[in-house]
């Protein structure tokens, strides 16, 4: 699944071919994309519409519309935009947006989980309430921050990072690699984190975000930048997917478990269990 590195990947890619552009063909092809709104109803209100912008926040894309409005996006675990100069059919293609310079945006999904939902303007705060929570990466969450939205939680700390509410942005990758940096075992109850511990966490979160971003993002699955070019944070991770390996810190062997339903990858030695 894109976590925040790859969809700020995907932002920044978006940036270079949709500011400024207008939206002069647009034909969503699956219900689901835009569920409980009708697909046709919605490609309607888009054509014509010129891009202002693109933002992200946590997972989400978030494209500004000239009239205010904003098509909120979220790739799930298999959307993929990418650029094209000539329109050609391809797998699991869900929706194409013709642009005025004769290039095209399509938008593929094979698992069909991706959404995208037309906010009205001035309702992008309310749409972000209560589904993210601050953003790692805007130089205004801090440590204090972290431990106290861990404090009193018995949840693992893993389960609690994933919490889109808690932090944006971070997924099972990227959690995997903050908590073997911050020397935390992902089964920790997020409440047993003092002060020293929440701050290694939280600054490990950074690290490995902003290092992702630095790789154009992981590309294990689906995942493409909008040119198509993958991304390479896969062939620098520390534990995520690297069961049976040596741990680069300590030599001893990976292991993967299960915490909060999900494949976790640790250092039994680096991070003793709990």
């Known amino acids: ?104 945006l399509l938008y593929s999904d094979q698992r069909r989980f991706g959404t995208m939902r037309l906010i009205a303007a001035g309702g992008l705060e309310d749409y972000w309430r209560g589904r993210v929570g601050p953003e790692p990466l805007d130089g205004v969450w801090t440590a204090p921050q972290l431990r106290a939205a861990l404090r009193g ?23 995997d690699e903050a908590l073997w940096e911050a020397r935390v075992h992902p089964l920790t109850p997020g409440g047993r984190l003092g002060a020293v511990r929440a701050a290694r966490v939280h600054d490990a979160v950074i690290a490995v975000l902003e290092r992702g971003i630095d790789a154009q993002g992981a590309s294990i699955d689906t995942y493409r930048s909008v040119d198509g070019t993958p991304g390479s944070m896969q062939v620098r991770f520390n534990v995520f997917d690297r069961a049976g390996e040596p741990c680069p810190r300590c030599g001893s062997v990976i292991v993967k478990t299960r915490v909060a339903q999900r494949g976790t990858y640790l250092c039994p030695r680096c991070t003793p269990r709990p």
């Open 153 to 175: 939680r018995t949840a693992p700390v893993k389960a609690l990072l994933l919490d889109q509410r808690i932090v944006a942005g971070v997924g099972n990758i990227y959690a």
């Open 1 to 104: 699944m894109p976590e925040l590195p790859e969809v700020e990947t995907v932002r920044r890619g978006l940036v270079k071919v949709l500011v400024g552009r207008e939206l002069v063909g647009v034909d969503i092809r699956d219900g689901r994309l835009t569920a409980p709104a009708d697909p046709t109803a919605v490609a309607h209100e888009l054509l014509g519409a010129v891009v202002t912008g693109v933002g992200r926040r946590g997972k989400y894309l978030a494209v500004g519309l000239d009239d205010g409005r904003t098509l909120v996006c979220h790739l799930r675990m298999t959307g993929w935009f990418h650029h094209v100069t000539e329109l050609s059919e391809r797998p699991h293609l869900r929706a194409v947006f013709h642009l005025d310079d004769g290039t095209w």
